[in-house]
């Protein structure tokens, strides 16, 4: 069991950016297939990005071009840079790595 930490939440007008942190405690993030993931009120938690092992990225079509995944090369943080922001990307964030989720941080997108 690996132990998820998300940080990097907020409350940021549309059009605005933030970039969404996840520490693991144990680096994991380089030889799993990590993601993120997020659930607005009384939704469903949809799929957001995810990443294989080998650094490949893709996205849901809601947030292409706009989103970027990415891991630090000690391989304990994953990162959700979040740009163009919209009131609909309002959700909490979860990431997911080695079978584990992390509690989730709040984005708020105001118009």
């Known amino acids: 069991q690996v132990q998820l930490v998300e940080s990097g939440g907020g409350l940021v007008q549309a059009g605005g950016s933030l970039r969404l942190s996840c520490a693991a405690s144990?680096?994991?993030?380089?030889?799993?297939?990590p993601g993120w993931y997020r659930q607005a009120p009384g939704k469903q938690r949809e799929w957001v990005a995810g990443m294989t092992s080998g650094g490949s990225a893709n996205y849901a079509d809601s947030v292409k071009g706009r989103f970027t995944i990415s891991r630090n090369n000690a391989g304990n943080t994953l990162y959700l840079q979040t740009n163009s922001l919209r009131p609909e990307d309002t959700a909490v964030y979860y990431c997911?790595?080695?079978?584990?989720w992390g509690q989730g941080t709040q984005v708020t997108v105001s118009s």
């Open positions: 144990r680096s994991i993030f380089s030889i799993s297939g």
């Open positions: 997911y790595g080695w079978g584990s």
